[in-house]
């Protein structure tokens, strides 16, 4: 389980989040959703220790995370920004080796091997094992820095737009993988992420941020009707239920 | 930005080259490498092996000037690598940094205010200077919005030129002009027996680099990528400077300035082998050695009995490097 107790991050005079108090429950998946500038990823970021609340504590599967030791943490929880640019040469599998660091330093064992031509499988980027980032694609690399946070192994994962440049296919094999995470490996996935309709059909769990609060929380059954979401976005949406899931449209 | 596939690039790094000769790379390059540097040992104007002094002049000015050649080529090259590891940019060394400038305004300063010290206190002073001037490039560094990687060497080059600035008018307003110019031009000339021998230091800091230097990749992956994986960014940060500012003070004080050294066997070497610093470092050692030697050499046998300074010879190899690099990156996004 992952908590925040009064948690609120200003820059300056502008409070862009908070104050929060909320759990997000241990196990499957919590899409945390809202407009530009909800303060989705600055929620992220704190719970994931990149960025520093304010005021506030945050808890993830027990450990108060400004007292918990860097690297005992980096064993628990994993996170992955939105933006990732590297200047360095690495191959997808030295990168996703990285992933391994918080257990063994840098020196991969067999057992660090293992987790890592899992995760490298797991996304789909056998063939690209050996290519330098920079000879990717734009979602062939977003694959290889999801595969170097899976392959950390933690209980709980962060992700932040992990579709982010994805075409269709892999946006949904991606989604599926970490469905497949949650439910075969009991993972805590929370994800910032941009597509409603992706949150509907996989999420347990989705968080509506406005302005730094907390506007609706609940399964996406609850979550997806028109009142709530155009109070949300503050768009005119139509939610269909014709479905397996329910769809927002709100193209034009 | 598109990022494109390069072509032309082996998929797998070294493939080109079939599987035996990749494991076989690293020792004939060795190989090579001490060709280079032996032949070092016997190349000058006074005929070692025909001679009456052969056997002395050899340990008096050979040997040091030599294993000079190899620590300081260590020293620059490892110290640029770090540099490129922990500023995430590409374009930077000890010298693209101020670094050595500082390094210079401490030596400097030694002279004028303690004229009597020692060689070993000036390298000190000289180290920490080059660490303070390290740490204010990067509190620089963290403050500017736009870090494209141009503006980063620059900024260094800019800070170094206001430093340098300074010594100068220092020496001039103390009658050291003349030092300063011979001290700083890059050249191991004047390298003998009893002047050179704290370059072994470096070798300590290569050792320390190869330990921590995973964590130093880490740290080339951004301060967020490190954080996730425990790396303490700000220590990490540390102790790369201490480790640059100790190679690179010790350098400037017994050699002077080896311009862009760092610069260039680091890039050749990540072009080749990608950025994995601990499978680099010999490589990136061998290459700074082979580089420098060569320079040397060149230097020593273009105008014989006269030398020109390496630093020289590197300056023009450096900036040729440096552009064709430029080019590269337009290129290539």
């Known amino acids: ?252 | 930005m598109t990022h494109t596939t390069r072509q032309g690039l082996p998929a797998r790094p070294g493939a080109r080259f079939g599987a035996l000769p990749r494991i076989a790379a690293l020792p004939v390059a060795t190989v090579l490498v001490l060709g280079l540097v032996v032949a070092s040992l016997f190349v000058g104007v006074y005929d070692i092996g025909g001679q009456e002094f052969g056997a002395e002049m050899f340990w008096i000015t050979r040997i040091p000037r030599t294993s000079a050649l190899v620590l300081a080529g260590c020293a620059m090259s490892v110290s640029g690598l770090i540099m490129q590891l922990i500023t995430q940019n590409r374009f930077v060394e000890p010298t693209t940094t101020g670094t050595t400038e500082w390094a210079t305004l401490g030596l400097l300063l030694t002279v004028i205010v303690a004229p009597q010290a020692t060689l070993s206190t000036r390298m000190a002073v000289a180290s920490c200077f080059a660490f303070v001037g390290t740490l204010v490039f990067l509190t620089i560094l963290r403050r500017v919005a736009l870090r494209s990687s141009l503006i980063v060497p620059l900024i260094g080059i800019m800070l170094g030129a206001v430093v340098s600035a300074f010594t100068t008018y220092l020496a001039v307003s103390t009658q050291l002009l003349q030092m300063l110019g011979t001290w700083f031009t890059g050249s191991f000339t004047s390298v003998v027996r009893g002047r050179y021998e704290f370059l072994w230091v470096v070798a300590i800091v290569v050792v320390i680099a190869y330990v921590v230097a995973d964590r130093f990749t880490v740290a080339g992956l951004g301060k967020d990528v490190a954080t996730n994986v425990g790396v303490n960014y700000n220590h990490v940060m540390l102790v790369g400077t201490t480790l640059v500012a100790i190679a690179s003070g010790i350098t400037t004080v017994v050699v002077g300035f080896l311009p862009f050294l760092g610069l260039v066997v680091p890039n050749l070497v990540s072009m080749v082998r990608g950025d994995n610093l601990r499978s680099n470092l010999p490589w990136v050692c061998l290459g700074g050695i082979a580089i420098v030697t060569l320079c040397d050499i060149v230097g020593r046998v273009i105008r014989m009995p006269f030398e020109i300074p390496v630093s020289m010879i590197l300056g023009i190899l450096g900036a040729a490097v440096f552009i064709t690099l430029l080019l590269r990156q337009r290129r290539h996004g």
């Open chain 1, 1 to 252: 389980m992952i908590t925040l107790s009064d948690v609120t991050k200003t820059y300056g005079d502008t409070t862009v989040l908070g104050p929060l108090t909320l759990s997000v429950p241990g196990g499957g998946i919590t899409a945390l959703v809202g407009p530009n500038g909800a303060g989705k990823s600055t929620m992220l970021t704190i719970i994931g220790r990149l960025t520093e609340p304010t005021t506030g504590t945050v808890t993830i599967g027990g450990h108060d995370i400004t007292r918990t030791p860097s690297r005992e943490l980096a064993r628990t929880a994993s996170i992955l920004r939105q933006e990732n640019h590297f200047v360095t040469r690495l191959t997808v599998r030295e990168l996703v080796g990285f992933g391994r660091f918080p257990h063994s330093r840098g020196r991969l064992t067999r057992e660090d091997n293992r987790h890592v031509d899992q995760a490298i499988e797991f996304l789909d980027l056998g063939e690209l094992e050996h290519r330098y980032l920079d000879q990717l694609s734009g979602g062939q690399r977003q694959r290889a820095y999801v595969a170097m946070v899976l392959a950390q192994d933690t209980d709980y994962i962060l992700l932040d737009e992990p579709l982010n440049n994805l075409d269709m296919r892999h946006a949904v094999a991606m989604m599926k993988q970490l469905r497949k995470a949650a439910d075969e490996l009991g993972k805590t996935i929370v994800i910032v992420i941009h597509d409603i309709n992706f949150a509907s059909a996989y999420a347990d769990h989705i968080i509506a941020l406005t302005r730094g609060r907390v506007a609706q929380a609940g399964p996406p059954s609850e979550l997806m009707t028109r009142s709530t979401l155009e109070e949300v976005f503050e768009t005119p949406v139509e939610v269909r239920r014709d479905g397996p899931h329910p769809l927002a449209v709100y193209y034009r």
